[in-house]
């Protein structure tokens, strides 16, 4: 199982990303998928979850909620994360996770030990 994170780059503060997750090996629609982030010097974030396929709950970390959005297309098993309103404090690697665990349709962890996959990470840097 391979999940492959990409559209980190460099951008100015107000501006916006797109990340892409494309996951290999194993279909993720009937399982929670999210993003994290990691900021030199500092742990993990969550910064957003999203239910199985067909459910229609999206969980957010209070320093992205109302700016970053979640999404999913699952026949191209990837998972996306749209990033607007991009502020310095938002530069990080960001990781993609997937669980292999079953939960109830509309639920999705917030909790990084909850996820089983994750991809190697992408960096984006905000600058002011």
């Known amino acids: 199982v391979q999940l492959q994170a990409s559209g980190g780059g460099l951008v100015q503060a107000g501006g916006s990303l797109r990340l892409s997750c494309a996951a290999s090996?194993?279909?993720?629609?009937?399982?929670?998928m999210g993003w994290f982030r990691q900021a030199p010097g500092k742990e993990r974030e969550f910064v957003a979850a999203i239910s199985r396929s067909g459910g229609r709950k999206r969980y957010y970390g209070d320093s992205v909620q109302g700016r970053f959005t979640i999404s999913r297309d699952s026949a191209k098993n990837t998972v996306y994360l749209q990033m607007n309103s991009l502020k310095p404090e938002d530069t990080a690697v960001y990781y993609c996770?997937?669980?292999?665990?079953?939960?109830?349709?509309?639920?999705?962890?917030?909790?990084?030990?909850?996820?089983?996959?994750w991809g190697q990470g992408t960096l984006v840097t905000v600058s002011s």
């Open positions: 996770a997937a669980t292999g665990r079953l939960y109830y349709s509309d639920y999705a962890p917030p909790d990084s030990s909850e996820y089983d996959y």
């Open positions: 090996g194993r279909s993720f629609s009937s399982y929670p």
